[in-house]
C-alpha cells in the first residue's frame, strides 16, 4: 500500500519498496520504517563546544551520533557523504537505543548529541536514545536544521536539553535554491523549541554573496530577539567550499567580524564568529558590563569566570546580571 510519510513538510508519497526524499524512510510492506533504526554510522567524543554549543555544560564531552541521510540537499554540505548516501553504502555499527546510554557512560559523557547529519529524520532512534538516557541522567542535544513537522518535533522536544539550530539564512529563497527546503517551518521550530524549555543556541553559516548582506543580518538578527529573546545565542560561522558549492571563496574573516557587531547592535547579548581564530568572537561576554565571562581558543576553554549563585543560578561575577544558559 503506498504511504504518506507526515514526518518532515516534504510529505512524501512513498510506493511499498521505495524511500522517501531523505533516502532512509522506507515503505516496507506498507509500513513506513526508518532503515537506520540503531545502526549509526559516526560515533564520536567531541567537546561540547564543537556542535556549537557554549552556553551549556562548557568543557563537557559529548558522545556524538549520526545515522545516514538528510531531508535537506544543500549545495555546501560539509557531511555530504553520509548525508547524501544511501545507507546501505555507508559502514555502519549496531547500537540500539537501550546500548548507546551505556556507550556515553562509558566514554565519561554525561551529554548525547544527535548531530553531523540531520536527527529528526532518523526520528524514532533519537527519540528512544533520548528517553533511555534521560531516564539515567544524561542530557540530550540536538544539532540539527530543525526542519519537520509540529507535532513529532513536540514529542521529541520532551527529552530534549539543548539545541543548535541551523538558521541557514533568512530567505525563502535560500532554502528553496540551495537546501531544497523551506525557512517558515524551521523558525516556527525553533519558537517551539523555546517555548518547550529547550536551551537554543542558533548557528548561521555566512556564505559570500548568497546570504551576507547586512540587511539580512538585521533582520535575522531582529527576528530572534523578537521572537526567541535577545539572551540566544547566535554563532556566525565562517563558510569553506564543498560539495557542490566549490566555486564560492571561503567567507572572509571581516565579514564575519561585521556581522556579530551588526547582531550586538541589533540587540542580542551573545553573539560569536566560528570556524576561525577571532580575538573577540569565540568569548562570551556579561552583556550588561562587558567583563569576559568565558574565554576560548578554538574548542578550549582558556578561563571561566562565571559565578553560581547558592540558588544555582549563573552570573556575571562583577555585575551579577544572570548569564543565559545552563551551566552545571
Ligand atoms: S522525513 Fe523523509 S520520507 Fe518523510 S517526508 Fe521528510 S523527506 Fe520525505
Known amino acids: 500500500m503506498i504511504q504518506q510519510c507526515v514526518l518532515c513538510p516534504k510529505s512524501c508519497i512513498i510506493k ?30 567531541d567537546p561540547v563546544e564543537k556542535k556549537p554549543l557554549f552556553h551549556f555544560h562548557p568543557g563537557k564531552s559529548i558522545l556524538s551520533i549520526a545515522t545516514a541521510g538528510c531531508n535537506l540537499h544543500c549545495k555546501n554540505c560539509q557531511n555530504w557523504e553520509i548525508s547524501q548516501a544511501n545507507p546501505e553504502d555507508i559502514k555502519a555499527y549496531h547500537l540500539p537505543p537501550e546500548k548507546l546510554p551505556s556507550v556515553a557512560k562509558y566514554y565519561g559523557c554525561e551529554l548525547i ?40 518535533l513536540r514529542q521529541l522536544y520532551r527529552y530534549i ?55 539580512e543580518i538585521k533582520l535575522l538578527s531582529k527576528w530572534i530577539k523578537e521572537n526567541l529573546g535577545p539572551e540566544t545565542p547566535l554563532h556566525f560561522s565562517r563558510f569553506s567550499p564543498h560539495y557542490r558549492m566549490k566555486n564560492l571563496g571561503v567567507t572572509p574573516a571581516e565579514t564575519l567580524e561585521k556581522a556579530r557587531q551588526t547582531a550586538l547592535s541589533e540587540g542580542l547579548y551573545y553573539v560569536y564568529t566560528g570556524n576561525m581564530l577571532s580575538k573577540e568572537g569565540e568569548n562570551t561576554y556579561c552583556h550588561k558590563c562587558s567583563t569576559i565571562l568565558i574565554e576560548r581558543r578554538g574548542y ?3 578561563k571561566n569566570k562565571i559565578a553560581v549563585t547558592p540558588s544555582g543560578t549563573a552570573v556575571c561575577p562583577v555585575c551579577e546580571t544572570e548569564v543565559y544558559g545552563e551551566w552545571i
Open 16 to 45: 511499498p519498496g521505495q524511500t522517501g526524499e531523505c533516502l532512509i524512510r522506507a515503505n516496507i510492506d506498507g509500513n513506513l520504517t526508518a532503515l537506520t533504526y540503531g545502526y549509526p554510522c559516526s560515533v564520536h567524543v
Open 300 to 302: 578550549r576553554i582558556l
Open 161 to 215: 536539553s539543548a539545541a543548535n539550530i541551523d538558521l541557514k539564512a533568512f530567505s525563502e529563497k535560500f532554502y528553496r535554491d540551495n537546501c531544497g527546503a523551506t525557512l517558515k517551518p524551521v523558525l516556527d521550530g525553533m519558537i517551539l523549541a523555546k517555548s518547550m524549555g529547550v536551551m537554543v543556541e542558533i548557528t548561521n553559516l555566512i556564505i559570500p554573496a548568497l546570504n551576507d548582506s547586512e540587511k
Open 113 to 152: 548529541a544527535y548531530t553531523y547529519t540531520e536527527p529528526l529524520i532518523f526520528y524514532e532512534y533519537t527519540l528512544d536514545t533520548s528517553i533511555n538516557a534521560a531516564k539515567i541522567g544524561l542530557k540530550n542535544v540536538l544539532v540539527t536544521a530543525g526542519y519537520l513537522n509540529r507535532e513529532p
